[in-house]
């Protein structure tokens, strides 16, 4: 509502009775209260996380704890260099195995599909969306890692079935995504680009995928929160081991899947760590959050 | 001729990619659907699991599922559709809104296993509320309200201006026009948007890992703890046993989960007023 609604609002107020322009104005501040609960719950998150965290810096060293390569409860070293490098393997490996088939699906649902298959398609990519992690991952241990297994001779477990698990989970999101972003261009440019000779093909990929170049950005950057927060799917599938990777069906970990193994019997120091981790990836996914209000700013 | 061989090759991907995608669909759920409706019965749902293997039924954990769910659900909708109610007929545009729409925007994205650690952390410990029904239920509802909220916002900005100028012309004041006018207009896309978030909130793990538990046990007050479906689901996969019931389990998680989703399409559908 403009400005100069509400302030007409306000002049009506003033003639009603005393009691409903107060009735009025303690309604007012209860939906304020309301939709304040949103900041407080983002503070109330930073605040406990990062004091669970907090004697990461005094008992340890931040350095040692982003740097270090060993991760051992037992020696008390928490170095958490290769749970990095977990995460960001299985992240960057889904995102690239997941993106092509996102933006194609995308493309396909808002240029080429005609209505009646579009109308069963869209419907199936959503409910995609809807599925459980914990029904992935189990998918993923139960078949996947077999499958793999028998291909490779390893026990099946690492950072390619995770892959393909993790891809398989952020196509629903990214294609959605994608799609809203293809959506919002106007038809108007499109019948431009017929109207010059160019194919249905040169059409998408010369001015529709351009035009909804920041929106599909937007989309794959949410994926990739999306898909560096992941937790029990991948902890099903990479194997569990808190060292550097030995190809890409060796066992690894990422900072998700060990804040879950290690969770149950951690006291001290290494539940400080895992606080921690947790702390990082919370402020992680709000720079990716900030990041993409930046680029919508940008396209405005 | 080139170009047009091109555009066919070009577009017959694109067709791929959406096949592939909804094969993965078709291949997900008819696989589970294959394996799990052999050990579905009345026996499975109505029963304790019981013994090492955990043989037997997953009765209370289908009793917790939907506990926390309808718990976490009470506390966040009126908070989200308030807060909605605010951002889109009250507020004026500026630094306030910003902070408040990026806070609802950080909380969407905020992994599930930081909210668990956070749930634990404030109302397991902290707030002592332990291992409960309604921990989970507060640390579930932070999930649900962003959900909530976005679809209420979008519900309410869909009715149109010449039904709140009607209302207003009759001298309603601004809150009888939300509350006759507005809200009741909105009212089928709010309760899809609850529906959805419920969904969501069914196959969470993480999150009720860490603020419910997973002791076997049939939840009666909100203090009590208890295991949800995904989190028996889980310790099933991983350790091995009794994979069955790890199927029949995911079965049914799924068919909850369409059942949600299913049945906000349906309410979309036959009750839409804007």
């Given at each position: 509502m403009s400005p100069e609604e509400t302030r007409s609002g306000t002049k009506t107020l003033q003639l009603v009775s005393r009691s409903t322009y107060v009735r009025e104005w303690i309604l007012q501040a209860l939906f304020f209260a309301c939709a304040f609960v949103f900041v407080l719950a983002v503070a109330l998150i930073f605040v406990f996380v990062g004091w669970k965290a907090l004697p990461i810096f005094t008992d340890y060293s931040f350095w040692k704890f982003i740097s270090g390569t060993e991760w051992s409860a037992s020696s008390q070293q928490f170095g958490?260099?290769?749970?990095?490098?977990?995460?960001?393997?299985?992240?960057?490996?889904?995102?690239?195995?997941?993106?092509?088939?996102?933006?194609?699906?995308?493309?396909?649902?808002?240029?080429v599909a005609s209505p009646r298959v579009r109308k069963f398609v869209r419907p199936a990519v959503e409910l995609l969306a809807g599925i459980p992690s914990v029904v992935y991952g189990f998918f993923g241990i139960i078949l996947l890692r077999a499958v793999v297994a028998r291909f490779t001779g390893t026990l099946g477990f690492g950072a390619f079935t995770a892959w393909i698990v993790l891809a398989i989970m952020i196509v629903p999101t990214l294609a959605a995504l994608s799609e809203d972003a293809l959506l919002s261009?106007?038809?108007?440019?499109?019948?431009?680009?017929?109207?010059?000779?160019?194919?249905?093909?040169?059409?998408?990929?010369?001015?529709?995928?351009?035009?909804a170049k920041i929106g599909i950005i937007d989309a794959i950057i949410l994926g990739m929160g999306r898909a560096i927060g992941e937790t029990m799917a991948v902890l099903m599938v990479v194997g569990n081991a808190p060292v550097f990777p030995k190809g890409i069906f060796a066992p690894l970990s990422t900072m998700t899947s060990q804040i879950v193994m290690d969770m149950p019997y951690a006291v001290g120091l290494h539940r400080t760590a895992l606080f921690a981790m947790a702390a990082m990836l919370f402020v992680f996914s709000m720079l990716l959050v900030a990041s993409v209000r930046l680029l919508s700013r940008l396209r405005d | 001729m080139n170009r047009r061989l091109t555009n066919r090759i070009a577009i017959g991907i694109l067709w791929g990619a959406a096949l592939l995608t909804v094969a993965v669909l078709g291949a997900l759920l008819l696989y589970v659907f294959v394996n799990g409706i052999r050990v579905i019965s009345p026996a499975f749902v109505f029963t304790w699991p019981h013994g090492v293997n955990a043989e037997g039924g997953i009765w209370p954990t289908i009793v917790a599922t939907v506990y926390v769910t309808a718990l976490a659900m009470l506390i966040?909708?009126?908070?989200?559709?308030?807060?909605?109610?605010?951002?889109?007929?009250?507020?004026?545009?500026g630094r306030i809104v910003n902070t408040i729409r990026f806070a609802a925007d950080s909380l969407a994205s905020v992994p599930s296993i930081v909210m668990g650690l956070f749930g634990f952390a404030l109302f397991v410990e902290a707030m002592g509320l332990g291992l409960s029904m309604i921990s989970a239920a507060l640390a579930l509802s932070l999930l649900m309200l962003p959900i909530i909220m976005r679809a209420t916002e979008e519900a309410i900005r869909a009715v149109p201006k010449y039904m709140r100028w009607g209302a207003y012309g009759l001298g309603a004041t601004k809150w009888q026009v939300v509350r006759r006018t507005v809200l009741p207009a909105a009212a089928a896309r709010i309760i899809t948007g609850i529906v959805l978030a419920m969904g969501r909130a069914v196959g969470e793990t993480a999150v009720v890992l860490y603020t419910m538990g997973q002791a076997v046990n049939l939840p009666i007050t909100p203090a009590d703890s208890g295991r949800p479906m995904t989190v028996h689901l889980y310790l099933l996969a991983v350790e091995g046993i009794n994979l069955p019931a790890a199927f029949g389990t995911a079965l049914l998680l799924i068919v909850m989960i369409l059942g949600f989703n299913l049945s906000a399409r349906w309410i979309l559908r036959h009750n839409r007023r804007v």
């Open positions: 958490i260099l290769p749970l990095i490098v977990g995460s960001l393997i299985v992240t960057l490996g889904a995102l690239a195995l997941g993106t092509p088939l996102a933006v194609g699906t995308a493309v396909f649902l808002s240029d261009i106007p038809e108007g440019i499109r019948e431009a680009s017929y109207a010059m000779g160019a194919t249905q093909w040169q059409t998408i990929y010369k001015v529709v995928v351009p035009a | 966040s909708s009126p908070v989200a559709v308030l807060a909605a109610v605010y951002l889109a007929e009250y507020a004026f545009q």
